[in-house]
């Protein structure tokens, strides 16, 4: 029974994941088909501290290492947002966080996509512990 359970829980994030990867370029004041998608990851104590270790291995270079935006290779015009605020240019959701993480910003911003990097429950993860250090009323 587990391993089916494991089977069903692993094809809905790559199905997730598929979904997110589509919607490649960001667009400031948020993406409606990003936010529609649900974090499949609960953001138990676990997850938040795997999502602090692929934080601190994939985005504290620019965002640093409390969220800031002040990471040592941080580009300065602009300058990578403070994670830790309410304000969120290309959207709050933890969709839309998911999709910025996996696919970038695009066009000429620095911020780069992550999926050849980090698997999708890494990417999760990461929005769970970046919900745990910043804002947490728009899910």
């Known amino acids: 029974m587990r391993g089916i359970v494991a089977t069903i829980v692993v094809a ?10 589509i919607l ?7 993406n409606p088909k990003a936010a529609a998608v649900k974090n499949p990851v609960q953001p138990t104590p676990k997850s938040i501290a795997s999502g602090r270790q692929a934080y601190m291995r994939a985005c504290r270079q ?9 990471g040592s290779l ?19 959701s933890d969709g839309e966080i998911f999709a910025i993480i996996a696919n970038g910003v695009g066009g000429d911003s620095e911020m780069k996509g992550h999926r050849s990097e980090m ?13 745990s250090i910043g804002p947490q009323t728009t899910k």
Do not use: F, I
């Not at 809905?12 to 990867?21: D, F």
């Not at 620019?62 to 002040?70: A, I, Q």
């Not at 304000?87 to 709050?92: L, N, R």
């Not at 698997?119 to 919900?131: E, F, G, H, I, S």
């Open 12 to 21: 809905s994030l790559a199905l997730v994941s598929t979904t997110v990867s």
């Open 24 to 30: 490649a370029q960001a667009t400031k004041g948020g």
């Open 62 to 70: 620019c965002h640093g290492s409390t969220g800031l935006g002040d």
């Open 74 to 92: 941080a580009p300065k015009n602009p300058s990578p947002p403070n994670l830790t605020d309410a304000e969120w240019t290309y959207g709050s």
């Open 119 to 131: 698997t999708a429950t890494d990417m999760w993860n990461v929005v769970n512990y970046l919900r």
